[in-house]
């Protein structure tokens, strides 16, 4: 292609509204427009690279006996109505009513519509096992889109869904689909992570999400220094830590001791000078109708997602200080278990200190020589999330936060869905058993955003090979005829091999060419002018080259086989892998 002839609209600037480096880079470097908040156009560029994202996706998915198919954006309320999802998404729902003010939305995930089709299509075991998947547009109304393609409104999702007869044939599917899944990432060259999650609105027994490890990241994860445990921080855990303090027998009794203006708990261990691992850190929340006091210790942070699971619950929130005046009787920051009318849930770390301090709910006022068991009762649960040097749960080492990008999660989901809409089959004696499902994503345009961000340098991108939108960027310096005629020939020679090879015949200066290349990130960069052709040939530079000034001079009737053997090594070795 003629750089010339091409849409690459770069831009010196990125707008104002773009702050990760994704957002920046593919906006400059004219990979994709905003139209809306977390609704984005992609431009040709940006195209090359989503398909390929694809090709990679599909193939890996053929491989491992999956069947694409393609279902339906807009979908009749009644099957997110039959199992309770048409109320539990909530707003993130995109409803609308046709003409005749039937009930629709977009969606913004399809395992209704799919399970509808199995419970229609597969009758007996021996249709059984079968995985479908599809490449499709999703929607889902964000609240705050963020990270241009990382978090948007209309977003382009591979969803496959696995369907078999009992739950060992279902985790042998999981298994070959994450199989899969690893193969996907590690082709397209991404450092990352499998991780334990929180199943979420989808549900089921299992769940692993698949983590680009980047310092934008939003998701924070946790993960073993020495063995393969890894985990969202939603779900994280470590081994509780023994008892602190003296033994409950030997406890000085409770005392109240007047803070005035200290309810911050490093204000209040700053006044007592006491270690903040001695508080007991009070937070009041709502779950549906009830107030709920969640308690850790003072160096630890409630972790809603697991508080909620702790309750039995969907979800929890913080409660207002109005809220937390009316459940304790005090101000915010003087809240505590001892006395607390509502349900008290306590972190297992902060059951065990003894000789604690707490808010006596009562506004300037905390209480001494407090401890659970003795003081106040409640639910002992792992309610915190875990801080770097908490020790694994699997090997007793040190565990490390990172933070990361979701990019794949696939669930084993058993018959939450069949069960609720009577997806059944009929095994070898001819009776009826619900079908047992398993459910794998992958944020297809998420990935063109994650790959930036994990690929790129001070002066743009750098696409690893298999997914850049050309292999070879050839710069040509100058019009003079030999110039030329040498651009031309080796462009020929090159698309011959097969190569995806970008001109850049503007007339430019050299400068305002090789920004624009490091900004476009092709892996490789030709530069044929008049010096290179005098010096012997063609210049070549490697994009991800730590030296990004090394170039060598390559002859020109040997450039192009040496250009394309590069390119296969590139392609056969994957620029990075699942992190130790």
Known sequence: MRYARALIPT??????????????????????????????????????????????????????????????????????????????????LLRLKDRKGGDYHLGPTHEEIITDLARREIKSYRDLPKNLYQVQTKFRDEPRPRGGLLRGREFIMKDAYSFDANEERAAESYAAMRAAYQRVFERMGFHYRVVNADGGSIGGSRSEEFQVLVQSGEDQLAACLQCPYAANLEV?????????????????????????????????????QLPVTQFLKSLVYVAGKDSVLAVVRGDHEVNEIKLARALGVDEVRLATSDEVRRATGAA?????????????????????????????????????????????????????????????????????????????HIFLLGTKYSAAMNAVYLDEKGVQQPLVMGCYG?????????????????????????????????????????????????????????????????????????????????????????????????????????DQKQTEIVALDAAAAKIFELVQQALRVPAASEAA
Not at 43 to 65: F, M, N, T
Not at 240 to 266: D, N, Q
Request: charged share 25%; hydrophobic share 40%.
């Open 236 to 272: 994280a855990t470590s081994p509780p830590y023994p008892r602190r303090g003296p033994a409950l027998s030997e406890l000085l009794p409770r005392e109240k001791l007047h803070t005035p203006g200290h309810g911050a708990i490093s204000d209040v261990a700053a006044f007592t």
């Open 442 to 546: 992958i944020g297809i345009s998420r990935l063109l955003g994650a790959l930036v961000e994990q690929h790129h340098d001070q002066d743009g991108i750098a696409w690893p090979m298999s997914v850049a939108p050309f292999q070879v960027y050839l710069a040509q310096l100058g019009s003079e005829p030999a110039v030329a005629l040498a651009t031309a020939r080796l462009e020929t020679e090159l698309e011959r091999l097969g190569l995806e090879v970008l001109v850049d015949d503007r007339e430019e200066r050299p400068g305002v060419k090789f920004k624009d290349a490091d900004l476009l990130g092709v892996p490789l960069r030709l530069t044929i002018g008049k010096k290179s052709l005098e010096n012997g040939g063609v210049e070549l530079k490697l994009r991800r080259n730590k």
């Open 11 to 92: 831009l010196k600037e990125a707008p104002s509204d773009a702050t990760s480096v994704s957002h920046v880079l593919l906006l400059r470097a004219g990979y994709a427009r905003r139209v809306g908040a977390g609704i984005y156009a992609y431009l040709p560029l940006g195209l090359k690279v989503l398909r390929k994202i694809e090709r990679i996706v599909r193939d890996e998915l053929d491989k491992a006996g999956a069947l694409e198919l393609l279902l339906p954006a807009l979908l009749p309320a009644e099957f997110f109505q039959e199992t309770g999802r048409w109320d539990a998404y909530g707003d993130v």
């Open 332 to 408: 915010v920051g003087f809240a505590g278990p001892v006395g607390f009318a509502g349900k008290v849930v306590v972190d297992r770390d902060a059951a065990s200190v003894s000789d604690g301090v707490t808010g006596a709910n009562e506004t300037d006022y905390h209480l001494l020589h407090v401890a659970y068991g003795r003081d106040f009762d409640g639910l002992a649960a792992d309610i915190r999330s875990v801080v770097d040097g908490d020790l694994c749960p699997e090997c007793g080492a040190s565990l490390k936060l990172y933070r990361g990008i979701e990019v794949g």
